[in-house]
Structure formats: C-alpha cells, structure tokens
C-alpha cells in the first residue's frame, strides 16, 4: 500500500483544470500517496507504465468545429495512443465544463471511450465540474471529497 504513484496528466486553457489537478495532487499526498502532475503535452501513454493510477483531466471545449471536446492537447495524445493494451490499468477521469453548454463536460466521455479502448479500468465514477470558477470553494470540496473516495478505493484494492 506504501509508495502507491499516481499520474495526473491535464491541459487546461484559462487554468480551471490545473488548479483542479494541483487541488487533486495535494489531497493523494494528504493519504500518502505519491501523485506526480503533468501536462498531455509533455506526455506519452507509455509513462504510464510505472504508475498504480493514473488521472485525466480536462476541461470542454470546441475543437475542429465540434462542441464539447477535450482540450486540443489530447487528440494527437490519443492518436499516438491507440491500440495500446493496457489491460488492469487503473484510471480516473476529471472534467471541467459548464453546463451552459449542449454537451456538459462533454470531454469526460471521450476520455472515459479513450481508457475503454485501451482496456483501462475506471476505478471510479469521473468528476464533473460545472462552472469551477464561479464558487471555487465548492468546486474544491467536489475535487478533496472525490479524490478522498478514490484514495480509499486504490488503498482498499491493493
Ligand atoms: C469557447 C468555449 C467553449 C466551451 N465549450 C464547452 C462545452 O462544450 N461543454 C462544457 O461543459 N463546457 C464548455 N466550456 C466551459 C469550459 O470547459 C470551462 O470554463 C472550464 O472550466 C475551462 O477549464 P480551463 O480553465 O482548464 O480551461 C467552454 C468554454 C469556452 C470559452
């Protein structure tokens, strides 16, 4: 249960989703766990070999003319990535939006079909965050009680 590591790879464009991942990251090393953050940008999936768990998070976005997508960063990540196997990965999902928006944390779907495709395993239910800037002290009880749940379902599974 000791030395546990966990990867949460972001991209985020006004900060919404790193603020979210460092709020995420400090709650993980509260239950003594190892929680390493990183941008897509500067990652490839093959790191994610030598992590217990690994978190994606975005916010939603238009992209290519589509509504509701993952933060550009994410499709030439996912590109590379397909067809890996990753078979008894654990993952976790975090998404930023609004729900003004037709397709509400649209973003979380096509990351949670991206870990089905590589035969990850959600270890829990993904976070969606409406509006984290207009009450950012709700929003960071949404992200400290959901990353509390996680960290004792990863400690509970080992
Ligand atoms: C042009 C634009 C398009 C957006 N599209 C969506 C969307 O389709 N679905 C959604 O839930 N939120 C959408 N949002 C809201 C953002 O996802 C939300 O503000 C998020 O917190 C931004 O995170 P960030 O600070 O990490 O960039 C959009 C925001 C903008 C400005």
């Known amino acids: 249960m000791e030395n546990m590591k966990i990867l949460i790879v972001y991209a985020t464009n006004s900060g919404g989703t790193?603020?979210?991942?460092?709020?995420?990251?400090?709650?993980?090393v509260k239950?003594?766990?190892?929680?390493?953050?990183?941008?897509?940008?500067?990652?490839?999936?093959?790191?994610?070999a030598g992590y217990d768990?690994?978190?994606?998070?975005?916010?939603?976005?238009?992209?290519?003319?589509?509504?509701?997508?993952?933060?550009?960063?994410?499709?030439?990540?996912?590109?590379?990535?397909?067809?890996?196997?990753?078979?008894?990965?654990k993952f976790a999902v975090i998404g930023l939006g609004d729900s003004s928006y037709t397709y509400f944390c649209g973003a979380v779907k096509i990351l949670?079909?991206?870990i089905k495709s590589l035969k990850g395993e959600l270890l829990t239910e993904s976070l969606k965050i409406d509006g984290f800037y207009l009450d950012q002290q709700k929003s960071s009880l949404q992200l400290t009680d959901w990353t509390d749940n996680l960290a004792s379902r990863l400690q509970g599974a080992s």
């Open 18 to 28: 790193q603020l979210a991942a460092q709020i995420v990251q400090e709650t993980l």
């Open 31 to 48: 239950h003594s766990l190892t929680a390493e953050l990183k941008e897509v940008r500067d990652t490839s999936a093959d790191e994610f």
């Open 53 to 89: 768990l690994v978190i994606l998070s975005s916010p939603s976005w238009d992209d290519e003319g589509a509504e509701g997508q993952p933060h550009p960063d994410w499709r030439p990540f996912m590109e590379k990535a397909k067809g890996k196997d990753m078979s008894g990965k």
């Open 112 to 114: 949670e079909d991206f």
